[in-house]
């Protein structure tokens, strides 16, 4: 598991130890180790993508990686120049594992791979724009790992993820921020209040991660709920249930642009996968939890 200290990241080691999975977890920084707790089937390593462990990869010698490490925390990681690092350190790491024996590499990819549309986004069918250094880096990443796959006669799972929210997001994202705002009785102002996002709650976002390694899932699969809520509409929930409905603060109408970005969900469903968790659900746990 790369990026295992991350936000998905620990959601997902967390899921898979709790369905019985050994995991060998790489984190940056000794430091970090201490957000995964200890388990006993729990091994945690440091290195990087591009200075692997690779003696204690290959005496764990894993079946399946899930490739979560990524750049989100920065306000600008969308232009960043590190997208291409990341992905060209991306590829070698898949490459290594698969020249050790590995057979899958889940790897997460990104609603931001897709031209905003009306409609819900299919796998097959929906068209691609990939318009930032993330989603163009992302979009390679794939293209690579695909053909790396087929070399090795591995196995690849692209997860393009939506819009996740939950426990141990970054404190400056939606709706996190908008929480700390709004308990501070501070307003929130939306610049883009009627982009349509399909959001996710973290730890259904670790266990739809979970079931495509577990079925052996080949391909691009949307990892989403299938239903779509405005940025306003999210605001003002949090808002509400914190008594503060007020705060929510609009643009004037010229800046509120619409776009969409709603996963069409049949694929994953079909694996036998669904939600837990809905976004009123969500959202309290999330409130809940940075209380």
């Known amino acids: 598991m790369t990026g295992a200290s991350g936000f998905i990241g620990s959601a997902f080691v967390r899921a898979a130890l709790g369905a019985g999975h050994e995991v060998l977890a790489l984190v940056r920084a000794p430091e970090r180790a201490a957000t995964l707790g200890s388990h006993p089937a729990l091994d945690i390593v440091t290195g990087t993508l591009a200075?692997?462990?690779?003696?204690?990869?290959?005496?764990?010698?894993?079946?399946?990686?899930?490739?979560?490490?990524?750049?989100?925390?920065?306000?600008?990681y969308r232009a960043s120049d590190e997208n291409v690092r990341l992905q060209a350190e991306s590829?070698?790491?898949?490459?290594g594992l698969l020249e050790q024996g590995a057979r899958r590499i889940?790897?997460?990819?990104?609603?931001?791979?897709?031209?905003?549309?009306?409609?819900?986004?299919?796998?097959?069918?929906?068209?691609?724009?990939?318009?930032?250094?993330?989603?163009?880096?992302?979009?390679?990443?794939?293209?690579?790992l695909e053909a790396a796959a087929r070399l090795a006669r591995a196995h690849l799972t692209w997860a393009r993820i939506f819009q996740p929210y939950g426990p141990g997001e970054p404190s400056t994202r939606m709706p996190s921020l908008v929480i700390q705002r709004v308990r501070n009785g501070q307003p929130v102002m939306l610049r883009?209040?009627?982009?349509?996002?399909?959001?996710?709650?973290?730890?259904?976002?670790?266990?739809?991660?979970l079931h495509l390694?577990?079925?052996?899932?080949?391909?691009?699969?949307?990892?989403?709920?299938?239903?779509?809520h405005t940025v306003e509409q999210v605001a003002r929930s949090i808002a509400h249930r914190l008594g503060q409905p007020d705060l929510v603060m609009l643009p004037p109408p010229a800046g509120r642009g619409m776009d969409a970005l709603v996963a069409d969900v049949t694929r994953l469903r079909g694996l036998g996968w669904t939600p837990h968790l809905d976004l009123d659900m969500g959202l309290a746990r999330l409130i809940e939890h940075t209380r």
Not at 192 to 209: C, F, K, N
């Open 192 to 209: 883009t209040p009627a982009a349509l996002r399909d959001w996710i709650h973290v730890e259904d976002v670790a266990s739809a991660l």
């Open 91 to 95: 590829v070698a790491l898949a490459r």
């Open 213 to 228: 390694a577990q079925r052996g899932a080949d391909g691009i699969f949307n990892v989403g709920t299938g239903v779509g």
């Open 51 to 76: 200075e692997p462990p690779w003696t204690a990869i290959a005496r764990f010698a894993p079946e399946t990686c899930l490739h979560a490490a990524w750049i989100t925390q920065p306000a600008d």
């Open 106 to 144: 889940v790897a997460l990819g990104t609603c931001e791979e897709y031209a905003p549309a009306a409609g819900r986004l299919d796998e097959a069918r929906a068209a691609l724009a990939p318009a930032s250094a993330y989603a163009r880096a992302k979009h390679e990443l794939r293209l690579a």
